[in-house]
């Protein structure tokens, strides 16, 4: 299993497409530093303008765990995208390169090589959120240095460096998660293409279309909303409140661990029954 | 007869000299801004609790240094945030300008019989409208001051004291008024909440209360 694990990140990491999720990540992390390394000040000024009419701002207001969280909402809009162009890509990239007929008379049974393929595709999906971590994390604090997380979500939520901490480790760990979701739909998707542009593809439009329609239509859908894993995709928020709902964030993560449960196992009944012609 | 013009004469003659002995409201400001021009420079521990309906944060220490007429400075190493007016110190600027006082009248504030004294400034560079002072004139320090102002509303802050030098304050509480505001969530992601307004009424009242130890003063 070690060794099927290892092919199948061999292959990954072989496509120049994996590259371009790290590239990307890199590329938009390093800019909204260095922006807010500029011009942090004036921006965070015109965010806090109305609370400054009232109040006296001390202490360093730009810093690792303020810049951390808007690199953390600005990209997680795009990092289910990333995750969805290489996991789409895992089942149906065989099929169209015509090798899982090679591959399959192998004494290699198909669940084994889903699993392999599966987890080397997690491995991707965590690989893009770590390296998320370590350049907002470590990155931030050779540029802003230490301090306490400010949050405007709704209300003004003022958090201890040291309250901050966990609080990122936890969203981080149930970002993990929550892409393991997309993962699992791009996974799926591609067990029944044979051209992974279709999974790449499927996997965004379900994605911004549930958002949307879920979004637009509110009232119509409200009893179902809660069921939908797209729900829950911004749930990493929900460790910023400043009293944590329990009972919000265990709907998001059973919900999530439902999805993926349901997506690995269509995908694996499929796959398992498929006919393999290419 | 006699005796009863005796006592009339002693009765009026005792108000009389009740009614001399009461400092004129003027004086009475004046020398409490003397009193607390004693006090050159002195740094304290703060601690600080923040009670707005709209602001999330712990209680938070700091250090406070003042410097004679009005330099005032908090250093902090998290994220402090304190009422605009009132914690600087600035009705110092009142006492020491040019202004009327009316005397108003006596009350018990916080246990303390205090006289209540209206101060009207005569210029207009200054940001205070109007304030209301409880002196404490045994100990000649403020008890409560409500400040009405051209920028910031209203604010009142209430004085509590204990064996400080020059009469220092151990606490004081400052209510506050604050805007109603639309906090921006774009920027921080927050799209539930985007352009929820926090409060409809317009201006809601906040409180902080500080706490002051350590104090080293000149």
Redesign the interface.
Known sequence: MNKLVRIELYKIFTKPRTYIGFAAVFLIVVSIQLGFYFEGEE?LDF?IQ????????????INVYTVS??V???L?IHVPILIALVTGDLIAGEANSGTFRLILTRPVSRTKLLFAKFFAGWTYTYLVIILMILLSVGLGSILFGS??L?????????F??EDALWRFGLAYSYGILSMTVVASLAFMLSAFAENSIGPIIGTFAIIIGITVISTLGFSMLRPIIPYLFTTYL?AW?LFFD?ELDYVKISRAVFTDLAYIILFLSVTFYHFRKKDIVS | MMRFIIVLVGILSFFSSRINAQKDAGDLVKDLALKMQLVEKYTADILVKIDVE?????ERK?KVFFEKPDKFE???????????KG??MDYLKLFSSEFTAIDEKTEIVSGVQARLIKIIPMGSELDIVLAQVWIDEGNLRIVRMKTYTKS?GSYSIDFNYNNNPFDLPAAIRVE????N?????T???????LS?K?DSKGVTK?IVSIEYSNYIVN
């Open positions: 921006i965010v109305n609370l400054k009419d009232s109040f006296l701002f001390e202490g360093k207001l969280y808007i953390l909402t600005s997680w301090g306490d400010l949050i405007l979500k709704g209300t003004l939520n003022i201890e460096a911004p928020q400043y | 709209f602001v999330n944060i712990e700091a908090i250093k902090s190493t998290g994220i402090l945030l304190l009422p605009k914690v600087e910031s506050f008024d604050v805007k505001m639309s906090l921006p969530s920027l921080t992601g927050d799209l539930e909440s929820k926090l906040g």
